[in-house]
């Protein structure tokens, strides 16, 4: 309760549209997070900070590392 995420398994990194569709979908304001197992675009990280969205790369198995 109380966040909003979303996570990609892409083989290009995430750009700022994917973060800005996050966005558009928290209509109940919580906090976001997003996981990406292939990086973000160094606009896509600018804009996460903006919006105090937490960037996450995911490591298979099961291993998170902080990117913001």
Same mark, same amino acid.
């Given at each position: 309760?109380?966040?909003?995420?979303?996570?990609?398994?892409?083989?290009?990194?995430?750009?700022?549209?994917?973060?800005?569709?996050?966005?558009?979908?928290?209509?109940?304001?919580?906090?976001?997070?997003?996981?990406?197992?292939?990086?973000?675009?160094?606009?896509?990280? /600018?804009?996460?900070?903006?919006? /105090?969205?937490?960037?996450?790369?995911?490591?298979?198995?099961?291993?998170?590392?902080?990117?913001?």
């Amino acid at each position: 309760a109380g966040v909003v995420g979303q996570v990609k398994y892409l083989s290009s990194r995430v750009g700022r549209p994917d973060l800005q569709r996050l966005v558009g979908a928290n209509t109940r304001r919580v906090r976001m997070v997003f996981f990406s197992r292939s990086g973000y675009s160094a606009d896509a990280v /600018r804009f996460a900070d903006e919006v /105090r969205m937490a960037l996450f790369i995911v490591e298979l198995p099961g291993h998170f590392e902080a990117v913001n």
